[in-house]
């Protein structure tokens, strides 16, 4: 007689926390991939950076797409937003900041619901307890910290709000606020350091 299959999805959520994780992968193969992914990235948006321009708002979904996947990546760093600052030499930085905003806010969603799933673990723990006080006195404020200073690991800020019950739409709202004001002020700075680059390496090449 086989064994019932009631616990079926409660296997497939642990699979996906550990993947999510990085249960399965060593730090220094995601150190590794990290580096490679970027390296490799950046050389392709150097390459495909005339297109894109040529592509006009197609280039800004681009954008989009590659930090909204960054995002989402938990067992190894994103490096997308690397390769979005050379885009900022061609494309508007206020917008290409508004957009990969965004896209990076609706990636954070898979760290949300890593900490959603490890809720039930932790109910009954005093630290959960703490966190669930904290998060209800000043949960808008630590995730609009998250997302806007760039040293915080937004990652981080997902789980906990997941894992307090965070309303999502107020998630959304606060990370949102500061993940674009980050990407508008970095995107902005990169255009202005290539800006100012520009005749030098004109001058070398």
């Known amino acids: 007689m086989s064994a019932p299959e009631n616990n079926s999805p409660s296997r497939t959520s642990s699979l996906l926390r550990r993947m999510l994780l990085g249960e399965q992968l060593p730090l220094m193969v995601r150190l590794g991939l990290f580096i490679v992914l970027t390296v490799l990235l950046v050389v392709a948006t150097i390459m495909l950076l005339p297109k894109l321009v040529i592509l006009g708002p197609w280039g800004y979904v681009a954008g989009f797409i590659m930090n909204l996947l960054s995002s989402a990546a938990i067992v190894v760093p994103g490096p997308g937003f690397a390769a979005i600052m050379i885009m900022a030499a061609k ?12 896209g990076g806010t609706i990636g954070e969603l898979t760290g949300y619901w890593l900490g959603a799933q490890s ?13 669930l006080n904290a998060m209800a006195k000043m949960g808008g404020v630590m995730l609009l910290l998250f997302g806007l200073l760039p040293f915080l690991p937004v990652d981080a800020g997902g789980v906990l709000a997941g894992a307090s019950r965070y309303p999502v739409s107020k998630f959304l709202i606060y990370v949102g606020i500061g993940k674009v004001l980050k990407s508008v002020a970095i995107l902005y700075l990169a255009a202005k350091a290539f800006e100012w680059a520009e005749p030098y390496l004109r001058w070398l090449s």
């Open 119 to 131: 809720r039930e673990p932790l109910e009954g723990n005093r630290l959960y307890g703490f966190l």
């Open 91 to 102: 494309l508007n930085p206020f917008i290409l900041g508004i957009v990969v905003g965004i």
